[in-house]
């Protein structure tokens, strides 16, 4: 198995509603990231996981709450957002953190989310 | 603070054609840069990776150059096909917890 899957494809929710993302890989990678895309822009990294700990979040607000509860598996909780945060988000894994060139990202196909 | 910027923002070329996409850095100290394409409302495909410590990279019609020294990458596309249609995207790894920095991406069409 050589893909990054992201569950749901679409969704749409309510600036009251809690909701969650999920991203799983089997490639047996130990690092796992979430980025934010609007529209024509490129991604922008969220979060960073490393052997299950969160090495990096990039002043994220708290209303995003990342979560793995194991090395396949990412989730990323979202609860009171705001209608700019209506954006497409992808998740990513990695071999590992370092600088070889193993550690090349590979992308799922995104959670398209909109928020009314 | 690195800055990424790719030119041009959009391409319209007709199909055959040989073309190239470039992506410009403000800081030479990277790890390695990836060449992404992205096509409408979907995920991104790793096209090529070239360590900081290599020239260039290839992979079939595709083949993609990278001078720190200059803080340039190019990625060069032959022979165009309608199927190459899509937003290319250049990234850079610069330290520690392999964070990219996307480049601002370039709109590719190739026509019939």
């Known amino acids: 198995d050589t893909e990054v899957t992201q569950t749901p494809k679409h969704l749409v929710m309510g600036m009251t509603n809690k909701k969650s993302l999920k991203c799983e890989q089997h490639?047996?990678?130990?690092?796992m990231y979430w980025y934010k895309q609007k529209a024509k822009k490129p991604p922008e990294l969220m979060f960073v996981?490393?052997?299950?700990?969160?090495?990096i979040n990039e002043s994220v607000p708290s209303r995003f709450s990342p979560e793995c509860p194991n090395s396949s598996l990412l989730n990323l909780h979202l609860h009171a957002l705001q209608p700019e945060d209506s954006a497409l988000y992808l998740c990513?894994?990695?071999?590992?953190?370092?600088?070889?060139?193993?550690?090349?990202?590979?992308f799922g196909p995104g959670t398209r989310l909109t928020v009314l | 603070k690195q800055e990424v910027t790719q030119i041009p923002a959009a391409l319209s070329v007709p199909e055959g054609e040989n073309l190239v996409l470039n992506c410009s850095f403000t800081d030479s100290a990277i790890y390695n840069l990836q060449w992404f394409r992205q096509d409408p409302g979907k995920g991104l495909t790793s096209l090529l990776l070239?360590?900081?410590?290599?020239r260039e990279q290839t992979s079939g019609r595709l083949n993609a150059s990278l001078d720190k020294s200059s803080g340039r990458s190019t990625l060069y596309i032959a022979a165009s096909q309608p199927g190459d249609s899509a937003t290319y995207l250049c990234?850079?790894?610069?330290?520690?917890?392999?964070?990219?920095?996307f480049g601002t991406g370039t709109q590719l069409k190739v026509e019939l």
């Open positions: 990513a894994s990695s071999l590992g953190t370092g600088a070889s060139s193993y550690n090349e990202q590979f």
């Open positions: 490639m047996g990678h130990r690092a």
């Open positions: 070239i360590q900081s410590s290599q």
């Open positions: 996981y490393s052997y299950e700990k969160l090495s």
């Open positions: 990234a850079l790894r610069e330290g520690g917890g392999n964070k990219l920095t």
